[in-house]
């Protein structure tokens, strides 16, 4: 095969690859958020559920830390993921100090225990549960789901035994909130509305469609969430 043939054959390929989606390439640093069906639809009522899982979240974790829902979104894009979001803002919360500052010594570090050493915080101030969590290298996932479940019990969102309920039928953190949003707009038990999901015979957005929730109002629907305690100590 001549040089000229093989040099033509090279910038083919090159030109083939340059064509290939961004995200193929750097999915270990960028997550992609823009979803394509925001909107319930009858006819396909899961085709928007992602969307309404995310945006949801995002709502309740915004107003929950005073952020931006837009920086949480740009954040997540540049690759940082929503349960070390919980986690950083968390510890931010209860030491005064920047989330943004953690992050980037998570950035650094493997494991989170790795930067509790590196921030000389320490881990028992965050509870029992937490701290075991922590020594035993847990993934980030459930260090997220704890503070996710002290943030409701300490703004009375949910009471232990439903929350615990619905952690013991698999929700995620995403879950969660969302059927919490949706209970307390029903006054359906929480631990009903995720079965039904997860069940398989209704959607989260058919849910949200007959509790008459607008995703375009749900920094309302989450304010009011967070002012009107589900029990009181």
Known sequence: MGLVTRNKMLSCTIFLLCLLPLSSYAIPTITCHCFTDRTYDPGHPAAADEYF???????????MFNVDKKTIVMKKQQGIS????????WIAAKKGISADSILKVKKRRDV?????TSLHVDSKSFGT?????LDAKTSPVQLAEI????????NHILKDA???ALRQVGASNQGVIIATVISSQTQQPVKQMYLEVKSGSKSW??????AHIDTKNM??????????????N
Not at 147 to 154: G, K, N, P, T, Y
Request: no cysteine; charged share 20%; aromatic share 14%.
């Open 205 to 210: 957005g058919t849910l949200l469609q007959n």
């Open 219 to 232: 920094q309302q629907e989450i304010s009011a969430l967070l002012a009107t305690p589900v029990f009181d």
């Open 112 to 116: 989170w225990k790795d930067v509790f």
């Open 82 to 89: 929503s349960d070390d979001l919980w986690i950083a803002h």
């Open 129 to 133: 549960r937490f701290s075991k969590a």
């Open 147 to 154: 503070a996710v479940d002290e943030l409701f019990l300490r």
């Open 162 to 164: 439903d929350l615990a």
């Open 53 to 63: 899982l995310a945006t949801i979240q995002n709502t309740f974790f915004a107003q």
